[in-house]
């Protein structure tokens, strides 16, 4: 299993999974922590860098900027705002709302957790699939300074910098980093000899940590990031586009005319306030409130020729508030609180196609209040039985607004609302009320092996499809439920070198909310977005890190997922479970990694670490096209570094991708509709160089 940073293999990892600080072993579920430097030996720059290394993980940008996050067969695909995420992101313990603007960049980082299974208990809102937390780096007692340069393939610099320590005696800590991440894109464009796809990304994240008293301690953290690259990213013509378009031969040489602009910038601030009340008790507030805008050209016909193009211009915000209290006692500890959410998101958008005669626009309002009572608590029967009980009772209601007027082909793109041809004018509300419970008991047959089984429910909020064109088409989708049963062993053996575990799970998933694109009934294009599938899901993870020598780190991370439609009730009312797959739902995941270390001299230590990933064959649509099918393949990386000094000077040169896999990870079948299928694909290989400096 990955290591948090700074651990090795036996030594106590610490993960805050159950809200509060505790070993990793002690905690009744599959938890995986990833340090900040485990992701710098292999020049992890993204969230989705961590893929490879969690089991039944799949973790990627979308199309349109968006995490495309699945754990053990459950997530969303859509990357419209009324689709929420089935995969909770959170950065510091707030909670991400929108899918665009949650691809975090890896900078300022001290772990990533990503826990799996619904985490309905403790994290509430869309975790039904599991959460994954980005940890930051907290403020210092003493000076720190730390600073990186990075180059590689396609035009890449990455630059960080960062500083930490007092300002004012230990009553008053501070903290600054700042990111900038550029690189041209994967892909060549035809159209205008242009690469299709690149990035500029200035990132910052500042916090101040005042303890005035004893017991007190309050934190104030803000942060943001601006990505303003030439072009958006287009997918591979998989087949041909209306018999006029052959497929791509390499998904990498593309042609678009649609695709100058992807814009996304977004913005925080929150304030966590922390009172010690006792030894015992600790009572906390954490207030939240984010901002985020995305304005972007999708070339949806992969053509040089303006036949499917899609606007977006989303405006979001949310603000957050949690009152939480920890009891941790002799035998009992606890952690419960209030939690409330209300987030709006404005997105204007619409199609531009003047060589298909038509132009639509449409500004879709959504607004959701959510608010939630929990408590989770862990009981010791005896020195070695441990029962744990938790439960939340969540309320939430969705407002919906939406207009859509269609134009005619020679209108000007994204024409005003108010001078079309009104079709849709919708103005809707609804309710959902959720009881999440979860019960689990742990046995520790000793210091260094421990065995637990659990019944967690998770829930994913209903809502309204922001395609509706009529009031009828825009009667709400039911909430999603997920009923979870799992049991493990965790353990370190050969005397503390090594640390591992082992789960097995039965998911039983209820009203999946689906997006497909079909056909109208004039034969045109159209998307649905409905509870159409019930699924079961089984499977076994097993991870595992090793020190096999005192220069030798040994990572292991596998696991098997058996997931299967129980219904999938199609657009003429008939079920056609038996003709697909659930996406993102490969049956093997695998990965292998090394780490060797060894000294040179008194001040001079060689890191060379590598790592083969397995990924079994995947279907990245809801249709199950056989054509957007991902076959298995296998990702390999490596890099080699010296550390100076105990690590204050680093050089170090890596590789991502080594065999230059092409894999497909995301796909539009729109062979229904407009009659063709297109590809998104990963990274091909890259290299880079990065000299750091840490004081």
Do not use: C
Request: aromatic fraction near 10%; hydrophobic fraction near 35%.
């Amino acid at each position: 299993m990955p290591q948090a940073e700074n651990d090795e293999p036996g030594d106590v990892i610490v993960v805050t999974a159950r809200r509060r600080e505790e070993s990793l072993q002690d905690v009744p579920g599959s938890v995986t922590a990833i340090g900040g430097d485990d992701l710098a030996t292999f020049a992890a720059d993204e969230i989705g860098d961590i893929q490879t290394s969690v089991p039944n993980l799949t973790l990627h940008e979308g199309d349109a900027q968006n995490t495309v996050a699945y754990i053990r067969g459950v997530g969303q695909l859509d990357s419209l705002a009324f689709a929420d995420p089935g995969v909770g992101i959170y950065l510091d313990d707030v909670y991400l709302g929108r899918a665009q603007g949650s691809f975090l960049d890896v900078f300022d980082l001290e772990r990533i957790e990503v826990l799996r299974g619904p985490q309905g208990t403790l994290y509430g809102r869309n975790t039904i699939g599991g959460a994954i937390k980005f940890v930051s780096r907290k403020p210092t007692e003493t000076p720190e300074f730390t600073a990186s340069a990075t180059y590689g393939s396609y035009d890449r610099l990455d630059l960080k910098a960062g500083i930490s320590g007092p300002i004012s005696g230990d009553t008053l800590l501070g903290k600054a980093s700042i990111g900038y991440f550029r690189r041209d894109g994967f892909a060549d464009n035809s159209v205008d000899g242009q690469d299709d796809g690149d990035k500029d990304t200035l990132a910052w994240r500042g916090t101040l940590l005042a303890r005035p008293a004893e017991n007190w301690e309050f934190e104030l953290t803000t942060d943001g990031s601006k990505d303003t690259p030439d072009t958006s990213r287009t997918p591979a013509r998989e087949t041909s586009v209306f018999g006029l378009f052959d497929p791509n031969e390499d998904p990498f040489e593309i042609d678009a005319d649609f695709n100058d602009l992807s814009d996304l910038s977004v913005w925080g601030v929150s304030a966590r306030a922390t009172w010690e009340a006792s030894p015992s008790v600790t009572i906390s507030s954490i207030t939240a409130y984010r901002e985020m805008e995305y304005d972007a050209h999708l070339d949806l016909d992969a053509t040089a020729s303006p036949i499917f193009g899609v606007f977006v211009f989303e405006d979001q915000n949310q603000f957050s508030q949690e009152f939480q209290l920890t009891y941790e006692g002799d035998r009992l500890a606890v952690v419960g609180g209030l939690y409330a959410f209300v987030e709006e998101d404005v997105t204007e958008s619409g199609i531009f196609g003047p060589d298909i005669a038509f132009v639509s626009n449409s500004i879709n309002d959504q607004k959701t209040t959510a608010y939630a009572i929990y408590a989770d608590g862990t009981y010791d029967l005896t020195e070695r039985l441990s029962v744990s009980a938790g439960l939340r009772l969540t309320q939430e209601e969705k407002e919906f607004a939406r207009v859509q007027e269609f134009f005619d082909a020679a209108t000007p793109l994204v024409p005003q609302i108010g001078q079309g041809a009104r079709a849709t004018d919708i103005d809707t509300d609804t309710d959902f009320d959720n009881v999440s419970p979860r019960v689990s008991v742990s046995y520790e047959f000793n210091a260094d092996l421990t065995a637990y089984g659990s019944i967690s429910r998770g829930f994913k909020s209903g809502g309204f499809d922001g395609r509706s064109n009529t009031d009828l088409e825009a009667l709400p989708f039911d909430a999603e439920t997920l009923t979870a049963y799992e049991a493990g062993l965790k353990g370190r053996f050969w005397d503390g070198r090594g640390n591992g575990s082992i789960a097995v799970f039965y998911n039983d998933y209820q009203d999946l909310q689906v997006s497909s694109f079909t056909a109208d009934d004039m034969g045109g294009f159209a998307a649905l977005f409905t509870n159409a599938a019930e699924a079961e899901i089984f499977g076994v993870e097993l991870e595992s890190s090793v020190r096999a020598t005192d220069n030798l780190r040994l990572d292991l991370a596998l696991g098997y997922l058996d997931a299967s439609y129980a219904e999938f009730i199609g657009e003429n009312g008939q079920d056609v479970s038996g003709d697909l797959t659930p996406a993102n739902s490969p049956d093997w995941t695998g990965r292998l990694g090394a780490e060797y270390r060894r000294d040179l001299s008194t001040d001079t230590e060689l890191v060379v670490a590598a790592a083969a990933a397995y990924r079994g064959d995947v279907y990245p649509t809801v249709s199950s096209s056989e054509i957007l099918k991902q076959d298995s393949y296998t990702l390999v990386d490596a890099s080699i570094g010296l550390e100076f000094q105990d690590g204050k000077y680093s050089l170090r040169l890596a590789g991502r991708n080594l065999t230059d896999e092409r894999y497909r990870t995301q796909g539009f079948d729109l062979s229904d509709s407009l009659g063709y299928q297109l590809g998104y694909y990963g990274a091909p290989r890259t290299y880079s160089i990065t000299a750091g400096v840490r004081y």
